[in-house]
């Protein structure tokens, strides 16, 4: 097998299951990026969009398809799990790609807290008797068993949620289209996707910052490059495919939405973290926003948050078997081919940062703000990663692919980083500067960061 031969060549023998196909891969990215991910989120990126939404969620797209056509130059020359941390450390060096491990680490670790959090926090508001941390608890181990089982148990249950989610979300856009068109809220108008009197690129690219937390996920596709049925070439349509359905979504659900705010000038001095739920009862009545509400307690709970944690596992196992980190990391079950004490650990690190993120008041948009620096900066490195390996070491000839695309990528996401939340960009480099004394340790304790068949580079362009 072809896939399987490329695993070989960088040292690594075949442990995961290949099972996974390209259906598979793109429901994977959309359960992971979630279909309604926005009704949790938007008034916070009405607010800082200026009443723009559906602006913010389109520059958000384009960028990460910048990023997205980074990623499948990457897993090409790289099919392995670990994503960006392999990416870097094999197209720029090994210290790097630690870093970069750990950067994203922020992101996929930080991811299904939050989203438990979310969930619970919801949960608990429609079930007052069951505190928050018992739904958190729930959660968790419900996912912990599922993705125990197999990365086919895993796939088959994103199926049944995916299909839910986009139930909700087509009942949505049809009754509140017929609103609309009933003469409920402003009326049809373009002023969700662009308004003259409040629109400028500071404003914009903040609130981007915050609406592509919705996006994240699509990236996590590639760490299943080692399960995949079609090995790399698969893995790179299947997130260029995920990222477009769910841009596509996301930008027709925020616009309808925006359309329906019953409050716009309070939800643009003030925010509100009902407002979807808000323009939905508008649209519809209570129920609509009991199942809107619902809807997204149920996917962030248990449909987003069961890929999130085979993300996160599929990159400690990466970062454990180079001995990066703790090497039981690596272990992979016998019987269902999953890397085991990853997935445990995962679980366990939710549970705890999970319950203490729900006494404060800032939980939320503590975690947020973490999650979306983190990834931003690791996808700035993914783009160097392309120009380095490619253009500088391999003399490449393709100068769009290999140079000007992932330098527009990059400039964007560094204008993205530049105008994100002060609190996020403190937090992240406080993250960064743990990272760096980690690197420090493993250079004092003679482990310097190495990576397996380092000399087995793919000649493929």
């Known amino acids: 097998m072809r896939t399987q031969e490329s695993i070989e060549q960088f040292g690594y023998q ?51 398809l910048f990023t997205a056509a980074s990623y499948a130059q990457m897993v090409k020359a790289f099919p392995l799990s670990g994503s960006v941390y392999n990416y870097a450390g094999r197209g720029i060096a090994p210290p790097v790609g630690f870093m970069t491990g750990w950067m994203v680490l922020l992101d996929y670790i930080l991811v299904p807290c939050l989203l438990y959090l979310v969930a619970s926090i919801a949960m608990n508001s429609t079930v007052p008797q069951v505190p928050v941390w018992a739904w958190l608890v729930i959660f968790v181990v419900v996912n912990m068993v599922i993705n125990l089982r197999g990365i086919r148990m895993t796939v088959k249950l994103t199926r049944v949620m995916i299909a839910l989610e986009l139930v909700v979300l087509a009942l949505f856009l049809l009754i509140g289209a017929w609103a609309l068109l ?167 690190l939710s549970v705890g940062l999970g319950i203490w993120m729900s006494t404060r008041t800032d939980g939320v948009e503590l975690l947020s703000s973490l999650i979306n620096m983190g990834a931003m900066v690791a996808f700035v490195v993914l783009h160097m990663s392309v120009i380095v390996h490619y253009e500088v070491r391999m003399r490449s000839e393709n100068m769009w692919s290999h140079l000007l695309s992932p330098l527009i990528g990059m400039a964007i996401l560094v204008f993205v980083v530049i105008n994100a939340n002060v609190m ?33 580079t793919s000649n493929r362009l």
């Open 424 to 456: 996020a960009q403190v937090l992240g480099l406080v993250w960064l500067g743990l990272g760096i004394l980690m690197l420090l340790t493993l250079y004092a304790l003679g482990r310097r960061p190495t990576l397996h068949g380092m000399n087995a």
């Open 14 to 64: 075949q442990e995961l299951r290949r099972g996974v196909g390209m259906a598979d891969l793109v429901f994977y990215g959309l359960v992971f990026m979630v279909p309604i991910a926005p009704f949790a989120i938007f008034g916070l990126v009405y607010q800082h969009s200026g009443g723009m939404p559906a602006l913010a969620y389109l520059v958000g797209m384009i960028a990460l």
């Open 182 to 348: 009933q003469g409920k809220g402003q009326g049809f108008s373009l002023a969700p996707l662009f308004n003259p009197e409040t629109f400028s690129w500071p404003v914009m690219f903040a609130a981007v910052s915050v609406a592509v937390l919705s996006f994240l996920g699509f990236d996590g596709i590639s760490m299943l490059v080692e399960e995949s049925t079609g090995g790399s070439a698969q893995v790179g349509r299947a997130m260029r495919v995920a990222l477009a359905l769910a841009g596509v979504l996301f930008i027709a659900q925020v616009w309808v939405a925006a359309l329906l705010v019953p409050d716009p000038a309070g939800l643009l001095r003030e925010g509100s973290d009902t407002a979807f739920y808000d323009a939905a009862a508008l649209a519809g009545g209570e129920w609509l926003r009991h199942v809107t509400s619902t809807a997204t307690a149920l996917s962030w709970g248990l449909a987003n948050t069961l890929v999130a944690q085979v993300a996160v596992s599929r990159l400690l196992y990466a970062m454990g078997r180079d001995r990066q980190l703790p090497s039981f990391l690596a272990k992979v079950s016998v019987r269902h081919s999953v890397p085991s004490n990853a997935i445990i650990l995962i679980s366990a």
